[in-house]
T-cell receptor
C-alpha cells in the first residue's frame, strides 16, 4: 500500500507564528486526508484533498495537494494555543488508510 | 447524538490474560477499524471490517482478534500472545465500504500491563 513520510516530527512555535507540516510520498496518491489529535484525545477529520494542485482553506488552515499528487502540506497562519496537537496525514492503502507518524505542534503563549 | 463509544477508558491486563475492548457505533456506518497508537507514533492498523461477518487483518494483527456479528459492534480482543499490549487503542468507523471516506474515532481505550 501507499506510504507517507511526515515532517517535521515536532514543531515548537510562539503564538502568532506560522506553522507548516508536510506529507511526502514516493508514489502518486489518489487522495489524502488530514486529521488533528489534541493531547489526550482522538483524531478528528479535518479535510480530504483529491485533485492535483488542490488548495482548500479552513479559517487559518490552508491545505494543499501537490501538482504531481505526491505531497501535501498543512499551513496554519498565526498559530493560537488552541492549535496545539498532533496533525496526521493519511493515504489510501488497499481497503484502509495508512497514517503518517504525525507532526506534534506546541504553541507557547 | 450519533457517535462511537469505546469502553472501558482504561484497562489493565495481567500476564497471560485475554482482554476485550468494546467499540459500538450508532452512525450506521458500514466500515469499522481498530488502530494501535504508541507514544510518538502514528496510528497502526490492527483489523478492519467493511461489512458484517467479514474482517481483514491490518499491518499488526498478530496477537489480536476481532468479530463483527452486528453492524454497530466491532470488539477487539487482545490475547496473551500479544507480548507488548500496552498502548492506546482507537476504534473508528466510516460510511460506506470505500476506504477513502473520512473516519470517525472513538475516545480510545488505554491498556496497561499489571
Amino acid at each position: 500500500g501507499q506510504q507517507v513520510m511526515q515532517i517535521p516530527q515536532y514543531q515548537h512555535v510562539q503564538e502568532g507564528e506560522d506553522f507548516t507540516t508536510y506529507c511526502n510520498s514516493s508514489t502518486t496518491l489518489s487522495n489524502i486526508q488530514w486529521y488533528k489529535q489534541r493531547p489526550g484525545g482522538h483524531p478528528v477529520f479535518l479535510i480530504q484533498l483529491v485533485k492535483s494542485g488542490e488548495v482548500k482553506k479552513q479559517k487559518r488552515l490552508t491545505f494543499q495537494f501537490g501538482e504531481a499528487k505526491k505531497n501535501s502540506s498543512l499551513h496554519i497562519t498565526a498559530t493560537q494555543t488552541t492549535d496545539v496537537g498532533t496533525y496526521f496525514c493519511a493515504v489510501l492503502s488497499g481497503y484502509a488508510l495508512n497514517f503518517g507518524k504525525g507532526t506534534s505542534l506546541l504553541v507557547t503563549p | 447524538d450519533g457517535g462511537i463509544t469505546q469502553s472501558p477508558k482504561y484497562l489493565f491486563r495481567k500476564e497471560g490474560q485475554n482482554v476485550t475492548l468494546s467499540c459500538e457505533q450508532n452512525l450506521n456506518h458500514d466500515a469499522m477499524y481498530w488502530y494501535r497508537q504508541d507514544p510518538g507514533q502514528g496510528l497502526r492498523l490492527i483489523y478492519y471490517s467493511q461489512i458484517v461477518n467479514d474482517f481483514q487483518k491490518g499491518d499488526i494483527a498478530e496477537g489480536y482478534s476481532v468479530s463483527r456479528e452486528k453492524k454497530e459492534s466491532f470488539p477487539l480482543t487482545v490475547t496473551s500472545a500479544q507480548k507488548n499490549p500496552t498502548a492506546f487503542y482507537l476504534c473508528a468507523s466510516s460510511i460506506g465500504r470505500a476506504a477513502n471516506q473520512p473516519q470517525h474515532f472513538g475516545d480510545g481505550t488505554r491498556l496497561s500491563i499489571l
